[in-house]
């Protein structure tokens, strides 16, 4: 991540998406709206059982969730972190209600962490939707994946990312719920038109202490510091000479007995103050980080979908107009040589704004289940030449999975690959896309067998960053016991260079034990 | 060709489903004919099940599920079919759908309500465990006739119900998961229902055997309400019990739909 210099824009991001979905909105309801209307059956014989029987409360209203503890070593004698063990319960509940045309869905999840009292708590989802025909309307913090891969995708742009525990890419749970309003429109038995209106804009999360930290926010940090402490040093070193300047001068001028002592006192109180700010600007680093607020109306974006199946493939198109949720950084006053007591040297982060349009594909070959997505994210550099812009980018994610032995075998594998367009027009050190490699690639593989009815799975799961050579691995056991009760264990490697997407995280192989109990 | 909705489990869902096979020479006319008898005898345009799934480890512990089926034909005669998990929890909301389709093999999707996502289901995962059950995931998908070569291996009565045993044997064999199917065909026309068949995994050794335990008229229709299937090899068994049923009423048809299958709603 690479920090520019330069001065603030004050500009603030357009926000046309609320103005065109307003009208996509209409017209796509309006299309779906002549759907003939079905032959209703019966309904189901389930929910016609008592509340209890069919595993509601009463009146539509339902309670489910699951309890989990988790037991984790860390058994690197090097761990900086100082902690070998931790262990959390995690409790996941849902609470809903459903209506004759309406539901209401509450989902959250609290767990207590091994530092005493630091319980955690966040609302998972929060949603109300309401079910019009052949359109349905969803309203409050969503959480949606979209896109045909697995785990991995190019496409699935309405949720932010938690990086602050690192997990497998397989997860949903990681994901940010997001404010949003979002009409499905069935157009036929397997085609769907979603728009998406996102009202504010949650950008990826990552943590920059702790266990888990991750490398570019903790060298983002660290570079800022670097910075402030140059900083800091030109302040002291130009006020120190401005003041022995002065000092001479007035000495020269009022002769060596009228007012010396003043006039040193005066020097030394100038030099000793601008040797605490320069001391102290490393500290100021947090404050001199600055993101800008996102939970505002200009950060507002739009995205649609449609998917739909055609013989034996099922295809999809996506369009988004947002931000990308990875930073760009500028710095301000920080390499400026005429600095003062009243500069405000910083590093502001910025989301900027993005077109994506992309498109998925899933379809069977061979016994084969291929999946494929590939994106393209324009940004206002299309040209790659402006150093404060990010460049264009296109991602692309393809994969398959197999059974093997009657089912029995299982092998699950997605590569994800991101390249920087225009690339070669990133010629200043200071340009925000400036990194090592303007393409990357990761790869990641599962090989698992379900046996004794899928009670017992067994799996291995491996993932590499081919240009930084950084991998994973990840060996699991699960045993279900009566549908109800799950027990997990699993080791998780990191390893490749220290500076690498996985090596960062090499002191922190780990033993994970879990008991998970549904109901 | 005309198809036919499953065999298996769709025997105890539909009563439609019956393995089906083709002609070759000697007793094997004979033994057609039965299978043919079978596949033609008059079945449900629609079905709608709810069916109660006890899964029997090697050592009798019991552990249950509940699902709900609706299927139909569409326009054309070919078969859909939308299962509906409710319990337990761990699987609660699981919703799978299959489409027939005229010349090519049948699209399957699954929804699970953890990804919150439809995922279609490769045929090639057709020998795999449908849901942890002894049923796999071609037990319930269509079969044609003449996917199979037959032969009359003689008659013996099973729960005192006079049956033609008929062996089946897949022409392709590597598009079917097991070596060969005996079944014991109910003689009785009104019945013509497969009281037992067992499911070779190579010429000699038995893999999965499947018993009709309890048969009764359903609508007009004899239908299998108690089955079980057992995994010869590991002792394990899933018996299948039907607990509310109805035949050839209306099926809401955005009960086939991707709608259905993420919100489990039809309006």
């Known amino acids: ?519 | 060709m005309r198809k036919i909705v499953k065999a298996i489990l769709g025997a105890c869902l539909c009563a439609v489903a019956v393995p089906s096979f083709a002609q070759t020479a000697g007793s094997s006319a004979d033994a057609y004919a039965i299978m043919k008898a079978a596949e033609d005898k008059a079945a449900p345009k629609t079905t709608h099940a709810l069916v109660k799934l006890e899964l029997v480890d090697e050592k009798g512990g019991l552990s249950e599920r509940v699902i709900e089926q609706w299927s139909a034909e569409d326009a054309a005669g070919l078969a859909r079919s939308v299962i509906v998990f409710h319990t337990p929890a761990t699987v609660k909301n699981s919703r799978f759908l299959t489409v027939e389709n005229a010349g090519r093999d049948d699209d399957k999707w699954i929804f699970l309500p953890a990804l919150k996502k439809v995922r279609r289901i490769a045929a090639s995962e057709g020998g795999s465990s449908f849901m942890g059950t002894e049923f796999t995931y071609d037990d319930m998908a269509t079969r044609k006739l003449d996917d199979y070569s037959y032969r009359l291996l003689g008659s013996e009565a099973v729960g005192g119900r006079d049956c033609d045993i008929v062996e089946a044997l897949p022409k392709d064999p590597k598009k079917s998961q097991y070596a060969k199917i005996v079944t014991w065909m109910a003689k009785d026309p009104e019945i013509r229902l497969p009281l037992r068949a067992q499911m070779y995994k190579d010429a000699s050794t038995v893999g999965k055997t499947l018993t009709m335990e309890e048969i009764a008229q359903v609508d007009g229709y004899w239908m299998p309400l108690r089955l079980t299937m057992k995994n010869e090899e590991t002792g394990r068994a899933t018996r299948l019990v039907q607990q509310k049923m109805e035949l050839d009423k209306a099926v809401d048809e955005r009960r086939f739909t991707v709608k259905f299958l993420e919100t489990g709603r039809v309006e």
């Open chain 1, 1 to 519: 991540m690479a920090i520019r210099s330069g001065a603030a824009s004050g500009r603030r991001p357009a926000s046309p998406a609320a103005a065109v979905l307003a009208i996509l909105f209409a017209a796509g309801f309006f299309a779906a709206g002549g759907a003939a209307a079905a032959q209703e059956d019966g309904g189901s014989f389930f929910e016609e059982a008592p509340a209890a029987e069919a595993g509601g409360l009463f009146g539509g209203l339902s309670l489910s969730g699951s309890l989990t503890t988790v037991f984790r070593a860390f058994p690197d004698a090097d761990d900086p972190a100082g902690t070998p063990v931790s262990a959390f319960p995690l409790a996941d509940v849902e609470l809903a209600w459903r209506g004759d045309a309406v539901d209401l869905v509450f989902r959250g999840t609290a767990r207590q962490d091994a530092v005493p009292g630091s319980p955690s708590a966040r609302v998972e989802e929060a949603y109300g939707r309401v079910y019009l025909g052949p359109a349905d309307l969803q309203l409050g913090w969503i959480k949606q994946e979209w896109g045909k891969g697995d785990g991995l995708h190019a496409v699935d742009v309405l949720n932010a990312t938690d990086f602050g525990d690192f997990r497998d890419y397989d997860e949903v749970s990681w994901r940010l719920p997001e404010p949003m309003a979002k009409l499905d429109l069935h157009l036929g038995p397997m085609a769907k038109l979603e728009l998406a209106y996102l009202p504010t804009f949650t950008p990826d999360s990552f943590p920059r202490t702790g266990r888990w930290a991750h490398s570019e926010a903790v060298a983002l940090q660290a570079s800022v510091e670097a910075a402030l402490k140059a900083w800091g040093q030109a302040y002291y070193a130009q006020v120190y000479t401005s003041t022995m300047t002065q000092m001479s001068t007035a000495l020269q001028s009022q002769g060596m007995l009228a007012g010396q002592a003043a006039i040193v006192a005066a020097a030394q109180a100038e030099t000793a103050a601008s040797l605490a700010v320069a001391q102290a600007a490393p500290a100021k680093a947090a404050l001199a980080l600055r993101e800008p607020d996102t939970r505002t109306l200009e950060f507002g974006q739009g995205a649609l979908r449609f998917t739909t199946t055609t013989g034996p493939v099922d295809w999809g198109l996506v369009g988004y107009a947002g931000f990308l949720r990875r930073p760009a950084a500028r710095a301000f006053d920080l390499y400026v040589p005429a600095v003062t007591a009243a500069s405000d040297p910083r590093v502001e982060l910025s989301y900027e704004r993005t077109w994506m349009l992309g498109a998925e594909a899933a379809g069977v070959l061979a016994g084969f289940n291929l999946r494929g997505e590939a994106a393209g994210y324009l940004t206002k550099d299309l040209s790659g030449d402006d150093p404060a812009a990010k460049n264009p980018l296109a991602v692309w994610v393809a994969g398959f999975d197999r059974d093997f032995l009657e089912g029995k075998l299982n092998l699950n594998a997605f590569a994800k690959g991101e390249h920087v367009l225009v690339d070669d027009k990133i010629s200043s050190p200071a340009d925000v896309d400036k990194a090592e490699h303007y393409s990357t690639v990761v790869v990641v593989a599962k090989l698992g067998a379900k046996l004794l009815n899928e009670t017992l799975s067994v799996s291995a799961l491996g993932s590499y960053r081919v240009e930084d050579r950084g991998w994973k691995a990840k060996p699991e056991v699960a045993w279900t016991w009566k549908d109800v009760a799950v027990l997990t264990a699993s080791y998780s490697v990191f390893g490749g260079p220290d500076d690498s997407t996985f090596g960062q995280y090499a002191a922190n192989d780990n033993l994970a034990l879990s008991l998970k109990v549904s109901f």
